[in-house]
């Protein structure tokens, strides 16, 4: 199973940001398959940030929940991040991740700037 982040590099302040993660191995309607958004800031640890189940169902971090909304495209396999209003806080690498336990699979990463 492999994951690709993809997206814009650099996103001005009140923008929303719009990430998406390709997925080549395995579809991401398959049975107990979740599909999750982790950010790093710099300096700072892994943060969850929300997820999607193979049925489509959503969970989102409560602190993020406000902003966030993931979704996915089934015809395309991939899975989308939007996270609204942004400030340079919103700084980060951003991560998908596959998950199947006991598997469990990871992006490269993407960096994501917040400036205007």
């Known amino acids: 199973v492999q994951l690709q982040e993809s997206g814009p590099g650099l996103v001005k302040p009140s923008q929303t940001l719009s990430l998406t993660c390709t997925v080549s191995?395995?579809?991401?309607?398959?049975?107990?398959?979740?599909w999750v958004w982790v950010r790093q800031p710099p300096g700072k640890g892994l943060e969850w940030m929300g997820a999607?189940?193979?049925?489509?169902?959503?969970y989102y971090s409560p602190s993020l929940k406000s902003r966030t909304s993931i979704s996915r495209n089934t015809s395309q396999n991939y899975v989308t991040l939007q996270l609204s209003s942004v400030t340079p806080e919103d700084t980060a690498v951003y991560y998908c991740?596959?998950?199947?336990?006991?598997?469990?699979?990871w992006g490269q990463g993407t960096q994501v700037t917040v400036s205007s």
């Open positions: 191995g395995a579809s991401i309607t398959r049975n107990d398959w979740i």
């Open positions: 999607i189940a193979y049925s489509g169902t959503t």
């Open positions: 991740q596959g998950v199947s336990v006991p598997d469990d699979y």
